[in-house]
Nanobody, 125 residues
Framework: QVKLVESGGGSVQAGGSLTLSCAAS????????MGWFRQAPGKEREGVAV???????AYADSVKGRFTISQGNAKNTGYLQMNSLKPEDSAMYYC???????????????????WGQGTQVTVSS
């Protein structure tokens, strides 16, 4: 059974940094897609960053240049390094895993079938 557990969320001031972690059990990210998604109150869940087994990444335009997705060497831990945080980055952040499509990974949350419980990120101005 796949289990994903996020950690590292918290409250920071605008301009600050946080690193989110995603620990996977019963699963490794080496053969599929890992992604980070977020959902703010009253808004739909949106893709933030995804990483495929070949190391290719995709980012939402709103976080390009500020966020970096990565995996640990053991391929069962994922990370999201978030720099230059803005108040609009405040949301619940989720780690997810799912299959690739055409050997690529996409930012669409509907393509992911395993989810963590989320970790809250709050950025104050």
């Amino acid at each position: 059974q796949v289990k994903l557990v996020e950690s590292g969320g918290g409250s920071v001031q605008a301009g600050g940094s946080l690193t989110l972690s995603c620990a996977a059990s019963g699963y490794t990210f080496s053969t599929a897609c890992m992604g980070w998604f977020r959902q703010a109150p009253g808004k739909e869940r949106e893709g933030v960053a995804v990483l495929d087994s070949d190391g290719r990444t995709a980012y939402a335009d709103s976080v390009k240049g500020r966020f970096t997705i990565s995996q640990g060497n053991a391929k069962n831990t994922g990370y999201l390094q978030m720099n230059s945080l803005k108040p609009e980055d405040s949301a619940m952040y989720y780690c997810a895993a799912g299959p690739s499509y055409g050997a690529r990974c996409y930012l669409d949350p509907n393509l992911y079938n395993s989810w963590g419980q989320g970790t809250q990120v709050t950025v104050s101005s």
